[in-house]
């Protein structure tokens, strides 16, 4: 079964931290790239980050750039983000999503193919 599951998402205090994973079952990441992305209530779902497979290339959309880290780990199959620095417009369900194409931007919603159920990040004191 092809699957995408995050986890880590919870409260955190402006100026926090946390890191999300994103575990793939059913393919490897090493086949594809992977983007992460949030939607906050009433707003679209907008690009957070994206990992390139084979050269480790990385993206970010700028409103997060120089506080959020994506990587990955492929013995553990898992992509992860870290998000340092944290501020209440960073609340937001935020998701993973698979693409194979090779894309040198951050791709949009519609070019992915697989999303996980999300994992809800609530910065707030």
């Known amino acids: 079964q092809l699957e995408l599951v995050e986890s880590g998402g919870g409260l955190v205090e402006p100026g926090g931290s946390l890191r999300l994973s994103c575990g793939a079952s059913?393919?490897?990441?090493?086949?594809?790239?992977i983007g992460w992305f949030r939607q906050a209530p009433g707003k679209a779902r907008g690009g957070v980050a994206y990992?390139?497979?084979?050269?480790?290339?990385?993206y970010y959309g700028n409103s997060v750039k120089g506080r959020f880290t994506i990587s990955k780990n492929n013995a553990k199959n898992t992509v992860y983000l870290q998000m340092n620095s944290l501020k209440p417009e960073d609340t937001a369900v935020y998701y993973c999503?698979?693409?194979?194409?090779?894309?040198?931007?951050?791709?949009?919603?519609?070019?992915?193919?697989?999303w996980g159920q999300g994992t809800q990040v609530t910065v707030s004191s």
């Open positions: 999503a698979r693409i194979y194409y090779d894309a040198t931007y951050l791709p949009n919603p519609n070019e992915y193919d697989l």
């Open positions: 059913g393919f490897t990441i090493q086949s594809c790239n």
């Open positions: 990992i390139k497979s084979d050269d480790g290339s990385t």
